[in-house]
């Protein structure tokens, strides 16, 4: 079974293009360098939540410290 996914054209100004070529490989196509951004992306926002958390719960005050 073949999948075929469709592609599109995106315009970046040059500076964009010359900066993900300076963080890619020779091996990334601009698809798999801007998959591996945006994993990133979705990654660092998880954290931030994840910290805000931790910080939100420690204002609060209900939290038993363990140790």
Do not use: P, W
Request: neutral net charge; glycine residues 4%.
């Amino acid at each position: 079974m073949i999948i075929c996914m469709s592609k599109t054209s995106i315009q970046i100004e040059d500076k964009t293009r010359n900066r993900l070529k300076s963080i890619g490989t020779m091996e990334d196509t601009y698809d798999t360098l801007i998959e591996r951004l945006v994993r990133f992306y979705e990654e660092a926002l998880k954290n931030d939540y994840f910290v805000e958390t931790q910080h939100r719960i420690a204002r609060s005050g209900r939290f038993t410290e363990l140790g």
